[in-house]
């Protein structure tokens, strides 16, 4: 199978990490404890100030209600460990109108945010494992099923059909690109019979929104991609779950390693006005915040 053998793997050597940084680029500012339970995405709440991180807890295919979504400070202070309960294995968020979006095994996940409810879930049709979670600027949410190659896109009706697939395609991370109307792809880079082998790494795609029109973005793999994030500066910073780094990815494909941050880096959050990024560690139950160099 795919990334839970992986994770399976480097639970089973209980891989210890320390955040090696590359020149200068970037510091630790501060790491949690290891209270978190296979945390998979971050994402920063700015109208109150918070982050929420998921937590799968457990296989991340099994329906059995006990994933959840932490709410902690931008210092790494838990404020609620389980403010939403009752989800399955909950990845990739964003928030859209006030609204949490969470990807939760084949469902669309909505909370409202000021009620802490539950509010609707879209089933995504054919879905196995939806992953990460983005919204445009028009309030479109989009969200990505690694194992099926497709991304979903909720419509104004309440529907989620499916909006883009192409084999392969194995889609991690989802960041919208408003300048130039793209929706970039971090793909995992394999299908499922050889996902995580070492020949078979993902790289950075562009889907134009518009068109549907899907290109590459460098000649070369580059790793096992997750989250992606502009970096302010017309390139994105993009994790390497397998590989334990944190990149810079320029459009042209060419990128440099910013900080080894631990095995499993997920979906993380960047923070552009406080030049900060928060990276939930997966195979260490952790979450760690850099600083960025300005």
């Known amino acids: 199978m795919k990334k839970i053998f992986i994770l399976i793997t480097l639970l089973s050597f209980n891989l210890m990490y320390k955040p090696v940084l590359a020149d200068g680029h970037v510091k630790v500012l501060w790491e949690t404890e290891k209270i978190f339970e296979l945390p998979e995405s971050?994402?920063?709440?700015?109208?109150?100030?918070?982050l929420y991180i998921s937590n799968i807890t457990d296989h991340p295919f099994n329906k059995d209600g006990t994933g959840y979504i932490s709410k902690i400070g931008l210092d790494g202070t838990v404020i609620e460990k389980k403010w939403i309960k009752s989800l399955n294995a909950p990845k990739g968020?964003?928030?859209s109108n006030d609204k949490l979006y969470i990807a939760d095994v084949d469902e669309l996940v909505e909370v409202d945010i000021a009620s802490k409810k539950i509010t609707n879930k879209y089933k995504?049709?054919?879905?196995?494992?939806?992953?990460?979670?983005?919204?445009?600027?028009?309030?479109?949410?989009?969200?990505?099923d690694t194992y099926t190659d497709t991304i979903y896109r909720l419509n104004q009706f309440g529907q989620l059909p499916a909006w883009f697939y192409s084999p392969q395609l194995a889609p991690n991370g989802l960041h919208i690109d408003d300048e130039e109307g793209n929706l970039i792809v971090g793909s995992w880079g394999a299908v499922m019979e050889g996902w995580g082998?070492?020949?078979?790494?993902?790289?950075l795609k562009s889907i134009n929104l518009h068109t549907k029109q899907i290109k590459s973005?460098?000649?070369k793999p580059i790793g096992n991609l997750d989250g992606i994030e502009s970096d302010g500066k017309g390139a994105y910073l993009v994790t390497?779950?397998?590989?334990?780094?944190?990149?810079?990815?320029k459009k042209n494909g060419r990128f440099e390693v910013l900080a080894e941050v631990g095995k499993g880096a997920a979906d993380h959050e960047v923070i552009l006005e406080k030049n900060l990024v928060i990276i939930p560690v997966m195979a260490e139950g952790k979450v760690i915040a850099l600083e960025l160099k300005k």
């Not at 070492?198 to 790289?203: R, V, Y």
């Not at 390497?240 to 810079?248: F, I, N, P, S, V």
């Open 42 to 50: 971050a994402i920063y709440d700015k109208k109150n100030d918070v």
């Open 93 to 95: 968020m964003t928030i």
């Open 124 to 144: 995504g049709y054919g879905s196995v494992c939806m992953n990460d979670v983005t919204a445009d600027k028009y309030g479109n949410v989009y969200v990505g």
């Open 197 to 203: 082998t070492p020949e078979l790494k993902g790289s």
């Open 217 to 219: 973005l460098g000649k």
């Open 240 to 249: 390497d779950w397998t590989g334990a780094k944190l990149y810079r990815i």
